[in-house]
């Protein structure tokens, strides 16, 4: 935990009812956030080699670069020459209505949606389509955290595992440690399609995260979750941005933006405005 700046002047804020329902069930958040081992530990780096190895080796390797990104459907302008760089470990917001390309960029990024000119860099990958070492380097969770419903919480995990190359012990301890970190307590012989949305949440982040990516792409993950939820996955989302992992999230939440390290505003495919965020000044 760090210190606030000497000089900082704090005052009460006037509680709001989801405070409430927040301090009221305050213990099984507290014990449901388990804080992962640090990154680049040499143990960690030995279980899972994809990507914990690098995550401290080089900070240009570890961020997302993107210039003049633009991307388009016919004659439409999904988005329009974005230039936009997240460093190593840092929490970026990316805000805006529907419709305002927030997706289709990270779907670009990620090296899922063709980019019609410009490009990105992530974690030291050039983006194409055809980059296969790129997801290596990514996670992803979507908007529909992309669950298989009449799969069990374990082969949906045992699935993403084999997909970013991970198998046997290594795949085992990876869906172990994801799972620790996520607070994911269910049995994972149960079905996807009797879990709640907030234990999907869970598991959907627990996916997108057991290969220990350099940079974690979440859209909108917070979406009809509830505000105990809520809180508790941005508290995981935080340690995980403190021990090297890049993040970059979309939410149409404002309180949930002052979380992040800095803001990002896009408005009909472009980016309109960017500047650092409320966490990076009450706590730098």
């Not at 709001?16 to 329902?21: A, I, K, P, S, V």
């Not at 190359?165 to 290594?170: A, E, Y």
């Not at 869906?175 to 996807?192: C, D, E, H, I, N």
């Not at 935080?238 to 979309?250: E, I, Y």
Request: aromatic letters at 6%.
């Amino acid at each position: 935990m760090r210190e606030l700046p000497a000089n900082t002047v704090v005052t009460p804020a006037e509680p709001q009812l989801e405070d409430l329902f927040v301090l009221d069930s305050r213990t099984e958040v507290e014990m449901d956030c388990v804080e992962p081992p640090a990154m680049g530990n040499g143990e960690q780096a030995s279980r899972f080699p994809v990507a914990a190895a690098k995550l401290d080796a080089d900070k240009d390797r570890n961020g997302v670069q993107t210039q003049n990104l633009s991307i388009r459907f016919g004659e439409f302008t999904a988005v329009d020459r974005i230039n936009l760089t997240i460093e190593r470990g840092e929490l970026l917001a990316l805000l805006g209505p529907n419709g305002a390309g927030k997706t289709t960029l990270i779907r670009a990024i990620c090296g899922l949606t063709a980019i019609a000119e410009g490009g990105a860099v992530v974690g030291g990958e050039a983006v194409s389509l055809k980059n296969r070492y790129l997801r290596r380097q990514i996670g992803y969770m979507s908007q529909k955290f992309s669950l298989y419903l009449d799969m069990t919480a374990g082969e949906n995990l045992a699935f993403f595992a084999n997909l970013y190359g991970l198998s046997g012990n290594t795949a085992r301890a990876a869906v172990a440690w994801a799972s620790a970190v996520t607070g994911l307590t269910v049995p994972l012989r149960t079905m996807v399609g009797d879990l709640s949305g907030a234990i999907r949440q869970r598991l959907a982040l627990a996916g997108s995260i057991l290969h220990r990516p350099a940079v974690l792409f979440l859209d909108e993950p917070t979406s009809g979750i509830d505000p105990a939820s809520r809180y508790r996955f941005w508290e995981v989302i935080r340690v995980l941005a403190s021990q090297g992992m890049t993040v970059a999230v979309t939410t149409h939440y404002l309180d949930e933006a002052a979380y992040c390290d800095r803001l990002a505003l896009m408005m009909n495919g472009r980016l309109i405005a960017h500047g650092r965020g409320l966490a990076d000044k009450r706590e730098k």
